[in-house]
């Protein structure tokens, strides 16, 4: 099993999908969130939705504490818990990050990272069993506020056999 580093955008998107992270368990050895990436999730609260999931995950979420000095080249193009995350991905020789949003996962790419994303990892996840409907994931993503676009909700569809 293998090991990911993860942004807000994806931690905020499964937890809408699917209420909770454990069954990343299934599928990720060690997840890995930065103390940044952290600082952004718990900025809605103590009692907020993904701030609950992590802590009820802590025997495969590795929450890395404290900061580190990020290089400034990631700073000038990305924001915080993007740079955050390749850094730490950079650092610990893990291969994997997922990142919602189109430039991270391209400066990912750039340094060599393997990038997927919320609806990835919920693609993987059917494939696997761990979820019923990818629609209905979708669906509560949406109802969330979480913006996916036709084109996109469409291709993961086909891809989860569900279209």
């Known amino acids: 099993?293998?090991?990911?580093?993860?942004?807000?955008?994806p931690v905020i998107a499964l937890v809408a999908a699917t209420g909770s992270l454990n069954w990343l368990s299934a599928m990720y050895?060690?997840?890995?969130?930065?103390h940044e990436v952290m600082a952004e999730i718990s900025a809605g609260g103590p009692s907020n939705p993904e701030v609950t999931a992590l802590y009820a995950a802590l025997n495969f979420v590795n929450l890395l504490n404290p900061a580190?000095?990020?290089?400034?080249p990631l700073l000038h193009e990305?924001?915080?818990?993007?740079?955050?995350?390749?850094?730490?991905a950079i650092q610990n020789g893990i291969s994997t990050v997922a990142i919602d949003e189109?430039?991270?996962?391209?400066?990912a790419r750039l340094h060599g990272l393997k990038v997927t994303g919320s609806l990835g990892?919920?693609?993987?996840?059917k494939e696997q069993g761990l979820i019923d409907n990818l629609s209905d994931c979708?669906?509560?993503?949406?109802?969330?506020?979480?913006?996916?676009?036709?084109v996109l909700i469409q291709q993961t569809l086909t891809a989860a056999g569900e279209s």
């Open 138 to 150: 979708i669906t509560r993503m949406r109802s969330h506020g979480i913006w996916i676009s036709t």
């Open 121 to 125: 990892i919920l693609i993987k996840a």
């Open 68 to 72: 580190v000095a990020l290089p400034l």
């Open 1 to 9: 099993m293998r090991e990911i580093v993860i942004n807000t955008g």
């Open 78 to 88: 990305l924001d915080l818990g993007e740079a955050s995350v390749i850094h730490t």
């Open 102 to 107: 189109k430039t991270g996962r391209r400066i």
């Open 29 to 34: 050895r060690r997840v890995w969130v930065p």
